[in-house]
Nanobody, 122 residues
Framework: QLQLVESGGGLVQPGGSLRLSCGAS????????IGWYRQAPGKEREGISC????????HHVAAVKGRFTIARDNAKNTVYLQMNSLLVEDTAVYYC???????????????WGQGTQVTVSS
């Protein structure tokens, strides 16, 4: 079965950048649409970015659009989330998830990663 592991989180100052990675084992990441989600303390988990299986379609929510970029390297079984111009409000645990279907949410969840903490603070 597919397993996902996030990495790249950490502490960064406002305005800084981080690149998160979502690595896969037990399956081909290229078979799945990948979403990045985050959950801040006291808030619900929210989807922020998505990339389709063949990277033909990408989406970002307004809060991160223009600052975050999602990309994938299916040969490396990895999806990346490049986060630039980070804000304090970006502080959250970030998760990747694999799903069937498209970024519109028409498919079903296959796997979640364990999450990686991103803290934006001076």
């Amino acid at each position: 079965q597919l397993q996902l592991v996030e990495s790249g989180g950490g502490l960064v100052q406002p305005g800084g950048s981080l690149r998160l990675s979502c690595g896969a084992s037990g399956g081909a990441l290229g078979d799945y649409t990948i979403g990045w989600y985050r959950q801040a303390p006291g808030k619900e988990r929210e989807g922020i970015s998505c990339i389709s299986a063949r990277a033909s379609d990408t989406h970002h929510v307004a809060a991160v659009k223009g600052r975050f970029t999602i990309a994938r390297d299916n040969a490396k079984n990895t999806v990346y989330l490049q986060m630039n111009s980070l804000l304090v409000e970006d502080t959250a645990v970030y998760y990747c998830a694999a799903a069937t279907g498209t970024c519109s949410g028409d498919g079903s969840l296959v796997a979640w990663g364990q999450g990686t903490q991103v803290t934006v603070s001076s």
